[in-house]
């Protein structure tokens, strides 16, 4: 069973739409991170958060730390929103600096 | 400030051959990660360097397998004896400190035939 686990692995929504990606994860961390990575593989760090809610335009992050659970929400989606979104944790001290990622969520919005 | 710039962004090598990649981080960062992702999974780490420490090493990276950063700055990875299971897109990152967000090169692309 991966540490990290995204929901659902593929979404097609129409423009407009709300969108809300899954994550949630097995180990103790010391922080969250939300990526979007394109076709070609460059990767853009969207969030990086620990507790709370972040925003940042039309994105919204939200992490549980308890329920071990972290929400990526869209709003009012637009075809190039179209990327596949990856969860990724920080594990907490002893050497556990790398991240590790879920599979991702290939995401398309069509016109 | 130019970004993670990784070099070459493909590379396609026959079997048993020796490759070796390179990454330079953002100048002010002092750590770089190497990750390794395969088609349609998420990266998986494989490294990371304190300035010029190499601090931790995922059981992924097999002695076939070295990296460096020798002054800090910019970081080499080498694969020796290429196996077709070594093709995969290797991602460097860099960040701050431990408390930042990571910054992503835009990977090379090796394929192994």
């Known amino acids: 069973k991966n540490e990290v686990e995204q929901s659902p692995q593929n979404l097609t929504a129409q423009e407009g739409e709300f969108i809300t990606i899954n994550c949630s994860y097995s180990v103790g961390i010391s922080a969250l991170h939300w990526l979007q990575q394109h076709p070609g593989g460059g990767i853009v760090s969207l969030f990086m958060?620990?507790?709370g809610k972040k925003k940042h335009g039309r994105l919204i992050a939200t992490i549980n730390i308890q329920e071990k659970h972290s929400s990526l929400h869209i709003t009012a989606s637009h075809p190039r929103d179209s990327a596949v979104y990856i969860c990724a944790v920080r594990g907490t001290g002893g050497g556990a600096d790398g991240l590790t990622f879920g599979k991702g969520t290939h995401l398309i919005i069509q016109p | 400030d130019t970004g993670v710039s990784q070099d070459p962004r493909h590379k396609i090598t026959k079997r048993g051959q020796n490759v070796t990649f390179r990454c330079d981080p953002i100048s002010e960062h002092n750590r770089l990660y190497w990750y390794r992702q395969t088609l349609g999974q998420g990266p998986e780490f494989l490294t990371y360097?304190?300035?010029?420490?190499?601090?931790?090493k995922s059981r992924l990276l097999s002695d076939r397998f070295s990296a460096e950063r020798p002054k800090g700055s910019f970081s080499t990875l080498e694969i020796q004896r290429t196996e077709q299971g070594d093709s995969a897109m290797y991602l460097c990152a860099s960040s701050f400190s431990q408390s930042y967000e990571q910054y992503f090169g835009p990977g090379t692309r090796l394929t192994v035939t």
């Open positions: 360097f304190q300035n010029e420490a190499q601090l931790e």
């Open positions: 958060l620990s507790s």
